[in-house]
């Protein structure tokens, strides 16, 4: 499988303007470099684990008047899922686009929830480090670390996405419903499907699963499986991409709703 080449060569400038450029190549949530008084920074909720059990009882709030109920495990795997959604997706847009990889700290990440539905809808990166390679025009400013080639460049966005996941792990399993296991599942769906996101939003998707098959292209613990993207056959015929999930939404516990197809739990019983 060729290795995804970035649509666009960075300036020499910042993550700033890298951010910029990646705002219009998505439609996942409102991009930032500043942190509006009413945000929520990741490290905040990660040192006061209360606000995970603040953010569950607003889903909660959310799932009851649609379908009457809002199991534990269901709101505890959205706000699992929603979170970890965070660092994945930065770091998947700015490898996919730009050909760099900022350092995933969550004193420099942030998210606003929507308005309806309290998922991430805004998400926020002050930092100005970031990792690169050697043809990136950027390479000499301050906030810039080479890297040698983009198996290395693959290697720190694991780094750095694994580094914020195993303070979300840590700080989650001591308030939610679920095991360090089913975290690590869920981090390694998040980035999975955050680089295929990148590319199948940015008009290549074939570019985003080979930049999904570049950064998991093995097990790499705690993480739990390699990229899993694979193509089936669809209704009409068409070979299409999908891929097998590691971790349960847990959707199927609400009123009315099913297994998804590609449930680790229906996948157990195949």
């Known amino acids: 499988m060729n290795v995804s080449r970035s649509k666009r060569a960075p300036a020499a400038d910042g993550l700033a303007a890298s ?17 509006p008084a009413n945000w929520l920074r990741c490290a905040d909720l990660l040192d006061d684990p209360a606000g995970f059990d603040r953010w569950r009882k607003e889903l909660d709030g959310w799932l009851r008047p649609r379908f009457g109920e809002a ?3 269901t709101t505890g795997s959205y706000v699992m ?11 998947a847009l700015l490898m996919h686009h730009e050909r760099r990889v900022p350092s995933l700290r ?26 690169c390679l050697p043809s990136d025009p950027g390479c000499d400013l301050p906030g ?9 460049l693959a290697a720190m966005l694991r780094t750095r996405y694994i580094a914020h996941a195993a303070q979300f792990v840590r ?9 360090k296991r089913t975290l690590w599942a869920a981090a ?19 570019a985003g699963v080979a930049d999904a098959a570049l950064v998991l ?9 390699a990229s899993t993207l694979e193509t089936c056959e669809s209704a009409d015929g068409h070979r299409e991409w999908t891929r097998r999930r590691e971790s349960c939404c847990f959707s199927y516990l609400l009123p009315g709703e099913a297994e998804c197809d590609a449930c680790p739990r229906v996948r157990r019983r195949a």
């Not at 910029?20 to 949530?29: D, I, P």
């Not at 899922?81 to 770091?91: D, E, F």
């Not at 999975?192 to 990148?198: I, P, T």
């Open 71 to 73: 199991p534990a495990r």
């Open 188 to 206: 390694t769906d998040a980035l999975d499907n955050s680089l295929w996101w990148a590319g199948k939003q940015g008009g290549d998707e074939g």
């Open 217 to 225: 292209a093995d097990t790499y613990a705690p993480l739990t499986s």
């Open 106 to 131: 969550p004193s420099e990440l942030a998210f606003s929830l929507g308005d309806d539905r309290p998922h991430p809808e805004g998400m926020a990166l002050t930092g100005e480090d970031f990792y």
């Open 81 to 91: 899922s929603w979170y970890l959604h965070v660092p994945a997706y930065l770091g």
């Open 19 to 35: 951010l910029a450029r990646v705002r219009a190549l998505q439609s996942r949530a409102d991009l930032r470099r500043d942190m």
């Open 171 to 179: 700080a989650y399993a001591a308030v939610g419903p679920f095991g």
């Open 144 to 152: 810039a670390t080479v890297v040698a080639d983009e198996h290395a």
